[in-house]
Every structure is written in structure tokens, then in C-alpha cells.
């Protein structure tokens, strides 16, 4: 990682990062039972959320085959706690916020690395799961909490907050790399 590429992300609209082993993730089942009780409503429904993104263990071993990862978020201001409009549109914006830096990282440092960001890839109105295979395997990013991983540890593993004040809303990505 050089300071180019963090000087770029800053500028693509990343709030914080952190860098930090990859052994350093924590991988918890908890996360994943809290995808099987379908809380966000994604559950089954998507190749880049159980089951569709895999096992437990096949996606912690995804993640494992590299030696860091980057862990980093957007903030977005928001009217009030319950300003739900505002919710949804930063989560559109931290999307193409996550889908800049990965191209970003492509460009600089090859192919070599996996991409999870926020609440699913977002790509196509309605994924392919379970009837066909992902039109754009190469363009998904899969929910970090897809592959059970507990946000709000890794954000303080590297560095980062989690929570950024009152009427804000904070969403987080990783890129793992070698």
C-alpha cells in the first residue's frame, strides 16, 4: 500500500482506513446467524449473501489467503436517527464510493485481491441466485458481514471508528491483498 493510493481513496470520498493482518479479522458465527434470521431480508436471495457467497468456512478462507486487509468507511451526516432516506442514499453512495476504490486498486496493484463492501454488491435489480451463475462475478462485492466478520471489532482492530456521532451513518468496506 503507498500513499498515492490512500491520498486517492481520501479523495474518492473514504472517511477512515486502517490497515491490519488479515489475522487480526474477526471471523465470529454469531455474524452469520445473523444473516440466516434474514434481519436485512437478503438472506437466500443473493450470490453475495448466505448461502449464495458460501460457507463459513469457505468464506473465511477466501479472505484468509491474503496477508492484509484494508478496512476502511464512509460517514454520512444524516437529518435526524431516523432519517431513513438518508440511510438508503449513503448506503448508494458508499457502494460507488467501494466499487471507485477497487477499481482504483486494480489499476495500481493488479488483480490480485478480494473486495467485500456494505449490504451486498448492489450490481443488477435482481441477482441471478439461485437460478443462474452472477452476471458479473468479477464486479460483486459480497457484505463483509457475509463472510462473518464482526464490523465493529475490525473497525477498532484497525483503527477506525464505528460509530461517528449522533444523525450519522457510517458503512465499511474491506480489500484483502497481499
Same mark, same amino acid.
Given at each position: 500500500?503507498?500513499?498515492?493510493? !490512500?491520498a486517492?481513496?481520501?479523495?474518492?470520498?473514504?472517511?477512515?482506513?486502517g490497515?491490519i493482518?488479515v489475522? &487480526?479479522?474477526p471471523? *465470529?458465527?454469531?455474524?452469520?446467524?445473523m444473516?440466516?434470521?434474514?434481519?436485512?431480508?437478503?438472506y437466500?436471495?443473493?450470490?453475495?449473501?448466505p448461502?449464495?457467497?458460501?460457507?463459513? *468456512?469457505?468464506?473465511?478462507?477466501?479472505?484468509? &489467503?491474503y496477508?492484509?486487509? !484494508?478496512v476502511?468507511?464512509? &460517514?454520512?451526516? !444524516?437529518?435526524d436517527?431516523?432519517?431513513f432516506? =438518508?440511510?438508503?442514499?449513503?448506503?448508494?453512495?458508499? @457502494?460507488?464510493?467501494?466499487?471507485?476504490? @477497487?477499481?482504483?486498486? @486494480?489499476?495500481?496493484?493488479?488483480?490480485?485481491? /478480494?473486495? !467485500?463492501?456494505?449490504? =451486498?454488491?448492489?450490481?443488477?435489480?435482481?441477482?441471478?441466485?439461485?437460478d443462474?451463475?452472477? @452476471?458479473?462475478? &468479477?464486479?460483486?462485492?459480497?457484505?463483509?458481514?457475509s463472510h =462473518?466478520?464482526?464490523?465493529?471489532? *475490525?473497525?477498532?482492530?484497525?483503527?477506525?471508528?464505528?460509530?461517528?456521532g449522533?444523525?450519522?451513518?457510517?458503512?465499511?468496506?474491506?480489500? /484483502? /491483498?497481499?
Amino acid at each position: 500500500m503507498n500513499d498515492e493510493f !490512500l491520498a486517492k481513496i481520501k479523495e474518492l470520498g473514504v472517511h477512515e482506513y486502517g490497515i491490519i493482518p488479515v489475522e &487480526k479479522v474477526p471471523f *465470529e458465527h454469531e455474524v452469520r446467524e445473523m444473516c440466516a434470521a434474514n434481519r436485512c431480508g437478503a438472506y437466500a436471495k443473493t450470490w453475495c449473501c448466505p448461502p449464495g457467497c458460501g460457507t463459513e *468456512e469457505e468464506c473465511k478462507e477466501r479472505c484468509m &489467503k491474503y496477508k492484509y486487509v !484494508l478496512v476502511f468507511s464512509t &460517514k454520512t451526516d !444524516l437529518e435526524d436517527s431516523f432519517d431513513f432516506e =438518508g440511510m438508503t442514499e449513503a448506503m448508494v453512495r458508499h @457502494r460507488a464510493v467501494s466499487k471507485q476504490v @477497487r477499481t482504483l486498486f @486494480r489499476e495500481m496493484f493488479g488483480d490480485d485481491f /478480494f473486495a !467485500l463492501s456494505s449490504e =451486498g454488491c448492489g450490481n443488477c435489480e435482481k441477482c441471478t441466485y439461485p437460478d443462474a451463475p452472477c @452476471r458479473f462475478p &468479477k464486479d460483486m462485492m459480497p457484505s463483509v458481514e457475509s463472510h =462473518g466478520i464482526m464490523v465493529y471489532k *475490525e473497525a477498532a482492530e484497525a483503527g477506525i471508528h464505528y460509530i461517528n456521532g449522533a444523525n450519522t451513518v457510517t458503512y465499511f468496506s474491506n480489500i /484483502f /491483498f497481499n
